[in-house]
């Protein structure tokens, strides 16, 4: 099984910083990467795809990159709204597995 | 508009089963693969399984081949599953979300096992 290694587990932020959540893969993954947001008690929701596409309907200031193995999820300026629980995917091969989060909260 | 609607709140008895549904609209159910995410309580995402709707093939992760059963009624466009045995640790809840990259999820469906 693919190890999705995710960190930090929790962070805190200003509406001025640039938040930056990583997952590294215990193995090549090709760019299987989605990253998701999860607010209390709701459905997870997708906001990149593929690693860098951003899903439809989400600002830009979320974006998504990769260095080796390692994935990135980037907010810029994020909003109060951004606060929430955000988990990256790898479905390069079964069986998926999430990195186990990040909890994130924008003061 | 994508919908996935999932049936209501369940609670089972230790060793019984319980069967959730997912209603799929706004799409053709058999063009995408819908998979099935378990969520326990404060605990992040775990990934169960999928099935194809349209032929019926289906994949599990190992610990859920002998917990979880997926279906799908291409005539009602639903897809369901069905948790055997249930202990404690189903108490969770799950989720189903459509391939590719779960771009779109139901709003979840709580499982309470309790005697």
């Known amino acids: 099984d693919i190890q999705m290694t995710q960190s930090p587990a929790s962070l805190s932020a200003s509406l001025e910083e640039i938040v930056t959540i990583t997952c590294k893969a215990s193995?090549?993954?090709?760019?299987?990467l989605s990253w998701y947001q999860q607010k209390p008690g709701k459905s997870p929701q997708l906001l990149i795809y593929?690693?860098?596409s951003l899903a439809d309907g989400v600002p830009s200031r979320f974006s998504g990159s990769r260095s080796g193995t390692q994935y990135s999820l980037k907010i810029s300026r994020p909003q109060v709204d951004d606060s929430g629980i955000y988990y990256c995917l790898q479905s390069y091969s079964t069986p998926l597995t999430f990195g186990s989060g990040t909890k994130l909260e924008i003061k | 508009e994508v919908q996935l609607q999932q049936s209501g709140p369940e609670v089972g008895r230790p060793g019984s089963s319980v069967k959730i549904s997912c209603k799929a609209s706004g799409y053709t159910f058999t063009d995408y693969v819908m998979n099935w995410v378990k969520q326990s309580p404060g605990q992040g995402l775990e990934w169960i399984g999928w099935i194809d709707p349209e032929y019926g093939s289906t994949d599990y992760a190992e610990k859920f081949k002998k917990k979880a059963t997926l279906t799908a009624d291409t005539s009602s466009n639903t897809a369901y599953i069905q948790l055997s045995s249930l202990t404690s640790e189903d108490t969770a809840t799950y989720f189903c979300?459509?391939?590719?990259?779960?771009?779109?999820w139901g709003q979840g469906a709580s499982v309470t096992v309790s005697s």
């Open positions: 193995q090549g993954i090709d760019d299987y």
């Open positions: 979300a459509r391939n590719p990259g779960m771009d779109a």
């Open positions: 593929d690693a860098t």
